[in-house]
């Protein structure tokens, strides 16, 4: 279907109606029959007068008769043929041995003409290039001898093949309208028959109708036959009221009844002016012209009244019609300069890589607009309307598949996005229920930061994917605020209670037994160990407040280094089993083993070399000092001992 179908699927009206008929010419009258009725005798030359009913009625049944035949042909008939120049010669052939073979022929008579035209003459081209060719070549013309063209010759096939039915065709229509003509002589020998033996009144009148419905009912005949018969027809029909001697009164009558039926046709025709189809109006006025000519005479005296009113409204639907194509023609060219305009419009929409879903919104709105003013459009010139279709349907393709290949590419972004969004999701939800607070703080920032770079998802998915990730998130850093509000009371209660304890052990005042002040500080030392951890802030202040304190005490004491190193020792381990980080415990004891190792092995390296020393002065004072080492290096390892010692313990 065209775009001309779709848009306005009546267009075309205007082209159908068949101005040959708007003013038919004034015939000859053959003959008429003698008073007899026997044999037609010769009318002289007509002088030119204004047209009679007689005059009008019978110029319309040849051209009628020959437009009805053609209407019936169009009727069946497609479009005319497309550019033919845009199909191969292979495919041309094709269709029309389709056409040949599957239809009958006047519905693609057009067609296949269009077609066999269009390659007679490519073929007949291709033959004379040949030809010239050949002669440039130094050939004889009339040793000219084309290869054999198996295209050209399927062509000629389905070109014979159609004649053959063409000519079957016009043979079966010439044997239907000799058919016809042979039974409408056969009614005019019935009427002759008729006027001349019949005595029986209202039987000849009853006789008089069924032959009038049979000449009706008979079809078309050939149209050099229509004149003639006409004129004889309505000759014996006026023979038959002359020579039938009905009384007055039946005449009467039947006039009468024939007045009324043309006022019927007359207000048929009036009412056709009203109909919205012009074509429909023109095809149904050709059928009222029809019944007038069938219907006999009327009255003398309303003859000419009622057939000035019958032509009056025919003269007015053809020049209705006249003005119809004048108009639409007219029309379809301003179609045709809006339907430009509106292709230029759609040209101005241009779109861009870089444009995102708004853009591409906007961008549709507006050509959508475009193709709204479109619709609303009649048809072209049909030969340009197909041409400015195409160019419209080319732009709107060309617009409407860039954005389907932007969409497509936007559903395979978001489902990425989605698909990252939802690991980012597992991800946080496997650390919303960790207590390593501070890693897992860190490692929840950077998944938020991902979430952030990931783009959109789509919109379905756009809420569900964001609570649940939120979720996730929100459940450990509520955990955790619940986690440091609780230490923060507590660092403040531990802060108050060391206060307490470093006022105790600054007034403290140990008694003559220096073991017992030992013991006692000791004690203040595991009290302050067990206390636990304090405000950050407040953490450096306390402890050199609290080291001040105790380190005086001891400084009084007099006792050993080792044995102050151990205690201080001692509250390092008690301050890292209180520590938040359980691993520093760890740590602890793999640096006191890895030192205790490294110390040995030093060890030993030095007192290997020591064998190696030669007995002089300077030998000797080296070797002194590697013995320094070596002791020195042993008492440390003792010491790291017990140290790691403590640290396994606690």
């Not at 007679?120 to 290869?147: T, Y």
């Not at 080492?629 to 403590?646: G, M, Q, T, W, Y």
Request: aromatic share 8%; net charge negative.
């Amino acid at each position: 279907m065209t775009e001309e179908n779709k848009m306005n699927p009546e267009s075309g009206s205007d082209q159908d109606v068949n101005p040959s008929t708007e003013s038919p010419a004034t015939p000859q009258p053959k003959a008429e029959l003698s008073e007899s009725g026997n044999e037609p005798r010769p009318e002289k030359a007509p002088v030119s007068v204004p047209m009679t009913e007689e005059q009008f009625m019978e110029s319309v049944p040849a051209a009628v008769s020959d437009e009805s035949q053609d209407d019936e042909a169009a009727d069946q008939e497609l479009a005319e043929p497309e550019d033919l120049s845009s199909y191969s010669r292979e495919d041309l052939i094709k269709l029309l041995e389709q056409y040949v073979s599957e239809v009958e022929v006047p519905r693609f008579k057009s067609m296949i003409a269009g077609i066999r035209d269009y390659l007679s003459h490519a073929f007949a081209d291709d033959k004379n290039s040949l030809l010239e060719k050949f002669i440039e070549e130094g050939g004889n013309k009339d040793d000219f001898a084309p290869i054999p063209d198996p295209l050209e010759d399927r062509f000629y096939q389905a070109i014979k093949k159609f004649n053959k039915k063409r000519a079957e065709y016009h043979e079966q229509l010439e044997k239907q309208r000799q058919h016809n003509l042979t039974a409408k002589n056969e009614i005019l020998s019935h009427l002759k028959d008729l006027i001349q033996n019949e005595e029986n009144m209202n039987k000849a009148f009853e006789r008089f109708h069924e032959l009038q419905a049979q000449w009706r009912a008979i079809g078309p005949v050939a149209s050099a036959e229509v004149s003639h018969l006409q004129l004889t027809y309505k000759f014996l029909v006026d023979k038959f009221y002359d020579f039938i001697k009905i009384n007055r009164e039946l005449q009467d009558l039947d006039q009468r009844r024939n007045l009324e039926t043309k006022i019927q046709l007359c207000e048929q025709a009036d009412e056709l002016l009203l109909e919205p189809s012009l074509n429909t109006a023109i095809r149904k006025l050709h059928q009222l012209q029809d019944k007038w000519r069938e219907t006999g005479p009327v009255p003398r005296e309303q003859k000419n009244e009622i057939w000035d009113r019958f032509k009056s409204t025919c003269d007015k639907l053809f020049d209705k019609r006249k003005n119809f194509i004048s108009e639409s023609e007219e029309r379809r060219k301003k179609n045709y300069d809006a339907k430009q305009q509106l292709c230029d419009a759609a040209s101005s929409i241009k779109h861009e890589d870089s444009w995102m879903h708004r853009e591409w919104q906007e961008a549709t709105q507006k050509l959508t607009e475009v193709q709204e003013q479109w619709r609303k459009i009649g048809p072209a010139e049909k030969k340009l309307n197909d041409e400015i279709w195409d160019r419209f349907r080319g732009i709107c393709d060309a617009f409407f598949k860039a954005k389907n290949d932007f969409y497509h590419r936007r559903k395979q972004e978001l489902a990425a996005n989605l698909q990252k969004k939802t690991e980012l999701c597992i991800q946080a939800e496997a650390l919303q229920n960790s207590s390593d607070w501070k890693s897992t703080t860190a490692e929840l920032k950077r998944l938020q930061d991902e979430w952030k770079a990931s783009g959109p998802v789509p919109e379905k998915h756009s809420d569900k994917i964001w609570k649940r990730f939120r979720t996730a998130c929100d459940a450990f850093f509520s955990q955790k605020s619940e986690h440091f509000s609780s230490r923060d009371k507590e660092h403040e209660e531990n802060l108050a209670k060391k206060m307490t304890l470093i006022e105790q052990i600054e007034s403290y005042a140990p008694g003559a037994d220096s073991r017992t002040a030992f013991e006692e500080l000791k004690a203040f030392q595991r009290q302050w160990s067990e206390l636990g951890m304090v405000p950050l802030n407040k953490k450096e202040e306390i402890n050199s407040r609290y080291k001040k304190a105790i380190d005086a005490h001891f400084d009084k004491l007099k006792i050993s280094g080792f044995e102050r190193q151990k205690v201080r020792y001692q509250e390092k381990l008690e301050h890292l089993r209180h520590s938040d980080d359980p691993k520093k415990m760890d740590h602890e004891r793999r640096h006191l083993m890895n030192k205790i190792s490294e110390l040995k092995n030093e060890v030993q390296v030095w007192e290997n070399n020591i064998g190696f020393f030669a007995k002089s002065k300077n030998a000797e004072a080296l070797k002194s000092e590697f013995e320094q080492k070596i002791k020195k290096a042993k008492e440390e390892i003792e010491s790291l001992k017990v140290k790691l010692d403590l640290a396994k313990e606690s």
